[in-house]
Protein backbone atom coordinates (compact mmCIF):
# COMPACT_ATOMS: atom_id res chain seq x y z
CA UNK A 1 0.00 0.00 0.00
CA UNK A 2 1.30 3.15 -1.10
CA UNK A 3 -0.22 6.31 0.31
CA UNK A 4 1.03 9.79 0.22
CA UNK A 5 0.10 13.38 2.25
CA UNK A 6 -2.14 13.91 -0.37
CA UNK A 7 -4.06 10.76 0.49
CA UNK A 8 -4.09 10.84 4.01
CA UNK A 9 -5.23 14.74 4.47
CA UNK A 10 -8.55 13.82 3.65
CA UNK A 11 -8.72 11.60 6.43
CA UNK A 12 -7.07 13.76 8.39
CA UNK A 13 -9.42 16.82 8.12
CA UNK A 14 -12.63 14.21 8.49
CA UNK A 15 -10.82 13.17 11.82
CA UNK A 16 -10.47 16.39 13.01
CA UNK A 17 -13.99 18.48 11.65
CA UNK A 18 -16.17 15.15 12.06
CA UNK A 19 -18.51 15.85 9.61
CA UNK A 20 -17.46 15.34 5.56
CA UNK A 21 -18.99 18.87 4.81
CA UNK A 22 -16.67 20.49 7.24
CA UNK A 23 -13.76 18.42 5.93
CA UNK A 24 -14.82 19.20 2.11
CA UNK A 25 -15.32 23.14 2.60
CA UNK A 26 -11.50 23.07 4.29
CA UNK A 27 -10.12 21.16 1.45
CA UNK A 28 -11.79 23.28 -1.06
CA UNK A 29 -13.66 20.74 -3.06
CA UNK A 30 -17.10 19.59 -2.98
CA UNK A 31 -18.49 16.90 -0.88
CA UNK A 32 -19.19 14.38 -3.84
CA UNK A 33 -15.43 14.84 -4.85
CA UNK A 34 -14.22 13.85 -0.93
CA UNK A 35 -16.07 10.46 -1.35
CA UNK A 36 -14.31 9.91 -4.54
CA UNK A 37 -11.19 10.73 -3.27
CA UNK A 38 -12.10 8.58 -0.12
CA UNK A 39 -13.45 5.67 -2.29
CA UNK A 40 -10.28 5.89 -4.46
CA UNK A 41 -8.07 5.21 -1.47
CA UNK A 42 -9.82 2.73 -0.10
CA UNK A 43 -9.40 0.67 -3.11
CA UNK A 44 -5.62 1.22 -3.08
CA UNK A 45 -5.95 0.48 0.65
CA UNK A 46 -8.01 -2.86 0.35
CA UNK A 47 -10.12 -1.69 3.68
CA UNK A 48 -12.66 0.03 4.24
CA UNK A 49 -12.11 3.40 5.81
CA UNK A 50 -15.76 5.12 5.98
CA UNK A 51 -18.92 3.78 7.93
CA UNK A 52 -21.84 5.23 5.81
CA UNK A 53 -25.04 5.70 7.25
CA UNK A 54 -28.03 7.83 6.75
CA UNK A 55 -26.82 10.24 9.59
CA UNK A 56 -23.88 10.62 7.74
CA UNK A 57 -19.68 9.17 7.83
CA UNK A 58 -17.87 8.02 10.38
CA UNK A 59 -14.35 6.87 10.19
CA UNK A 60 -13.70 3.53 10.85
CA UNK A 61 -10.88 2.07 13.16
CA UNK A 62 -8.53 1.63 10.22
CA UNK A 63 -9.37 5.11 8.86
CA UNK A 64 -9.47 6.81 12.32
CA UNK A 65 -5.66 4.56 12.33
CA UNK A 66 -4.86 6.48 8.59
CA UNK A 67 -5.81 10.13 10.12
CA UNK A 68 -3.59 9.41 13.11
CA UNK A 69 -0.76 9.07 10.51
CA UNK A 70 -1.69 12.30 8.73
CA UNK A 71 -2.17 14.05 11.35
CA UNK A 72 1.63 13.81 12.71
CA UNK A 73 2.41 13.99 9.04
CA UNK A 74 0.74 17.68 9.29
CA UNK A 75 2.37 18.90 12.21
CA UNK A 76 5.36 17.49 10.78
CA UNK A 77 5.06 19.36 7.76
CA UNK A 78 3.71 22.46 9.77
CA UNK A 79 7.22 22.59 11.89
CA UNK A 80 9.59 22.17 8.77
CA UNK A 81 7.76 25.30 7.54
CA UNK A 82 7.34 27.08 11.13
CA UNK A 83 10.86 26.93 11.12
CA UNK A 84 11.93 27.92 7.75
CA UNK A 85 9.51 31.13 7.91
CA UNK A 86 11.58 31.85 11.70
CA UNK A 87 14.79 32.51 9.85
CA UNK A 88 12.76 34.99 7.33
CA UNK A 89 13.21 39.13 7.83
CA UNK A 90 10.72 40.67 5.70
CA UNK A 91 6.83 40.68 6.05
CA UNK A 92 5.33 39.08 2.99
CA UNK A 93 3.97 35.79 2.38
CA UNK A 94 0.89 34.25 3.65
CA UNK A 95 -0.10 34.82 7.09
CA UNK A 96 -3.14 32.98 8.92
CA UNK A 97 -5.50 33.84 11.77
CA UNK A 98 -8.24 31.97 13.04
CA UNK A 99 -11.50 33.37 15.53
CA UNK A 100 -14.89 33.22 15.60
CA UNK A 101 -17.03 34.53 13.58
CA UNK A 102 -18.21 37.01 15.72
CA UNK A 103 -15.18 39.32 16.03
CA UNK A 104 -14.97 39.93 12.32
CA UNK A 105 -16.38 42.97 12.98
CA UNK A 106 -13.27 43.77 15.09
CA UNK A 107 -10.82 42.82 12.53
CA UNK A 108 -11.97 44.51 9.47
CA UNK A 109 -9.94 47.84 10.37
CA UNK A 110 -6.99 46.19 11.51
CA UNK A 111 -6.56 43.59 8.72
CA UNK A 112 -7.28 46.63 6.05
CA UNK A 113 -4.73 48.53 7.65
CA UNK A 114 -2.31 45.90 7.52
CA UNK A 115 -2.71 44.75 4.09
CA UNK A 116 -2.01 48.72 3.50
CA UNK A 117 1.00 48.87 4.95
CA UNK A 118 2.78 45.38 3.52
CA UNK A 119 1.66 44.83 0.56
CA UNK A 120 3.47 41.87 -0.23
CA UNK A 121 1.78 39.94 3.07
CA UNK A 122 -2.07 38.61 2.30
CA UNK A 123 -3.66 37.03 5.18
CA UNK A 124 -5.85 33.26 5.18
CA UNK A 125 -8.41 34.18 7.62
CA UNK A 126 -10.28 31.10 9.13
CA UNK A 127 -13.57 31.93 11.05
CA UNK A 128 -15.93 29.23 13.45
CA UNK A 129 -15.60 27.76 16.84
CA UNK A 130 -13.44 25.01 16.07
CA UNK A 131 -10.86 26.26 13.59
CA UNK A 132 -7.10 25.43 13.01
CA UNK A 133 -5.16 24.60 15.99
CA UNK A 134 -2.12 27.44 17.18
CA UNK A 135 -0.51 24.38 19.24
CA UNK A 136 -0.40 22.25 16.17
CA UNK A 137 0.88 24.68 14.01
CA UNK A 138 -2.29 24.81 11.82
CA UNK A 139 -2.43 28.24 11.99
CA UNK A 140 -0.69 31.52 12.76
CA UNK A 141 -2.55 33.36 15.25
CA UNK A 142 -5.59 33.12 17.03
CA UNK A 143 -7.74 35.55 19.01
CA UNK A 144 -9.67 34.11 21.35
CA UNK A 145 -11.83 35.07 24.80
CA UNK A 146 -10.55 33.31 27.75
CA UNK A 147 -9.15 33.29 30.96
CA UNK A 148 -5.41 32.24 30.20
CA UNK A 149 -4.31 30.88 26.74
CA UNK A 150 -3.84 27.08 26.73
CA UNK A 151 -1.31 24.94 27.40
CA UNK A 152 1.20 24.85 24.84
CA UNK A 153 0.69 28.81 23.01
CA UNK A 154 1.70 31.71 23.54
CA UNK A 155 -0.67 34.74 24.44
CA UNK A 156 -0.50 38.06 24.18
CA UNK A 157 -3.41 40.32 26.35
CA UNK A 158 -5.31 42.53 24.85
CA UNK A 159 -7.60 43.78 27.34
CA UNK A 160 -10.85 42.74 28.99
CA UNK A 161 -14.09 42.62 26.81
CA UNK A 162 -17.11 43.76 29.34
CA UNK A 163 -20.42 43.00 28.41
CA UNK A 164 -23.56 45.24 28.61
CA UNK A 165 -27.55 45.37 28.08
CA UNK A 166 -27.98 47.03 24.34
CA UNK A 167 -30.82 48.47 22.18
CA UNK A 168 -31.84 51.04 20.03
CA UNK A 169 -34.60 53.76 21.74
CA UNK A 170 -37.58 52.83 20.10
CA UNK A 171 -36.68 48.58 21.45
CA UNK A 172 -35.59 50.19 25.11
CA UNK A 173 -39.06 52.27 25.03
CA UNK A 174 -41.26 49.31 24.34
CA UNK A 175 -44.03 47.95 26.70
CA UNK A 176 -43.32 45.14 26.90
CA UNK A 177 -39.63 45.28 26.72
CA UNK A 178 -38.69 41.97 24.03
CA UNK A 179 -35.09 40.46 23.87
CA UNK A 180 -32.82 38.92 20.89
CA UNK A 181 -31.58 35.96 22.85
CA UNK A 182 -28.49 33.38 22.11
CA UNK A 183 -29.19 30.24 20.05
CA UNK A 184 -29.76 27.38 21.83
CA UNK A 185 -27.00 25.76 20.68
CA UNK A 186 -25.04 28.23 23.28
CA UNK A 187 -27.24 26.90 26.08
CA UNK A 188 -23.94 26.19 28.19
CA UNK A 189 -22.06 29.43 27.82
CA UNK A 190 -22.20 31.77 30.60
CA UNK A 191 -24.21 34.76 28.41
CA UNK A 192 -26.97 32.36 28.16
CA UNK A 193 -27.05 31.25 31.77
CA UNK A 194 -27.59 35.61 32.17
CA UNK A 195 -30.39 35.46 29.64
CA UNK A 196 -32.22 32.97 31.39
CA UNK A 197 -31.97 34.66 35.00
CA UNK A 198 -32.44 38.47 33.85
CA UNK A 199 -34.10 38.55 30.12
CA UNK A 200 -37.56 38.97 29.41
CA UNK A 201 -40.14 38.27 26.57
CA UNK A 202 -38.39 36.64 23.12
CA UNK A 203 -38.45 38.50 20.49
CA UNK A 204 -36.02 36.75 18.21
CA UNK A 205 -33.38 33.70 18.97
CA UNK A 206 -30.27 33.85 17.18
CA UNK A 207 -26.53 32.24 17.18
CA UNK A 208 -24.44 35.43 18.33
CA UNK A 209 -22.78 36.72 14.88
CA UNK A 210 -25.99 38.07 14.62
CA UNK A 211 -27.46 39.26 17.58
CA UNK A 212 -25.68 42.50 17.48
CA UNK A 213 -26.74 43.46 14.17
CA UNK A 214 -30.41 42.44 14.81
CA UNK A 215 -29.89 44.28 17.93
CA UNK A 216 -29.42 47.13 15.99
CA UNK A 217 -32.10 46.80 13.49
CA UNK A 218 -34.54 47.59 16.48
CA UNK A 219 -35.72 43.65 17.06
CA UNK A 220 -34.86 44.05 20.89
CA UNK A 221 -32.21 44.52 24.08
CA UNK A 222 -29.55 42.32 23.62
CA UNK A 223 -26.03 41.10 25.59
CA UNK A 224 -22.90 41.92 24.07
CA UNK A 225 -19.62 43.17 24.34
CA UNK A 226 -19.52 46.75 24.72
CA UNK A 227 -16.72 47.08 21.84
CA UNK A 228 -19.03 45.47 19.03
CA UNK A 229 -22.09 47.55 20.20
CA UNK A 230 -19.97 50.76 19.78
CA UNK A 231 -19.90 49.79 16.34
CA UNK A 232 -23.63 50.31 15.93
CA UNK A 233 -24.65 54.23 16.43
CA UNK A 234 -28.18 52.74 16.68
CA UNK A 235 -27.41 51.00 20.22
CA UNK A 236 -27.65 52.77 23.47
CA UNK A 237 -26.49 50.95 26.26
CA UNK A 238 -29.65 50.19 29.43
CA UNK A 239 -27.50 51.26 32.17
CA UNK A 240 -29.71 49.43 34.96
CA UNK A 241 -28.42 46.08 33.93
CA UNK A 242 -24.69 47.27 33.99
CA UNK A 243 -24.14 45.68 37.71
CA UNK A 244 -25.79 42.63 36.53
CA UNK A 245 -23.38 41.95 33.55
CA UNK A 246 -20.20 43.04 35.35
CA UNK A 247 -19.27 39.69 36.39
CA UNK A 248 -19.91 38.35 32.60
CA UNK A 249 -16.43 40.56 31.65
CA UNK A 250 -13.66 38.76 29.94
CA UNK A 251 -10.14 38.89 28.43
CA UNK A 252 -9.06 38.65 24.89
CA UNK A 253 -6.13 36.99 24.27
CA UNK A 254 -3.88 36.57 20.69
CA UNK A 255 -2.23 33.33 20.25
CA UNK A 256 0.81 31.99 18.79
CA UNK A 257 2.96 28.93 18.94
CA UNK A 258 6.08 30.10 20.55
CA UNK A 259 8.22 29.01 18.31
CA UNK A 260 6.71 31.83 15.84
CA UNK A 261 5.75 34.55 18.10
CA UNK A 262 9.05 36.52 16.71
CA UNK A 263 8.43 35.76 12.80
CA UNK A 264 7.98 39.06 11.00
CA UNK A 265 4.86 38.34 9.53
CA UNK A 266 3.09 37.02 12.64
CA UNK A 267 4.56 39.96 14.92
CA UNK A 268 3.17 42.14 12.13
CA UNK A 269 -0.37 40.78 12.25
CA UNK A 270 -0.41 40.63 16.21
CA UNK A 271 0.65 44.61 16.00
CA UNK A 272 -2.26 45.20 13.51
CA UNK A 273 -4.39 43.68 16.04
CA UNK A 274 -3.34 44.89 19.31
CA UNK A 275 -2.93 48.42 18.15
CA UNK A 276 -6.73 48.74 16.69
Known amino acids: MNLLWDDLR ?10 VGSAARELGISVSTFYRRLAELEQAAGQL ?16 SLAQVGRRTRTGLNEVVSQLRAKETEVEGEVSLTTVVALLPLLQGPLAELTRRHPKLHVTLHLGDDGPSVRLREVDVALGVMKRPPQGCWGRKLGSLPSGVFATKAAAAQKPRRWVLRSLAEVTSPDSAWERAHAGELAVRAPFHALVELCAAGLGLGLMPRRLAALHPSLVELTEFAPLAARLERTAWLLAHPDQRRTPRVVALMDALANS
Open 10 to 19: YLEALDRTGK
Open 49 to 64: CLKRAPSGATLTDFGR
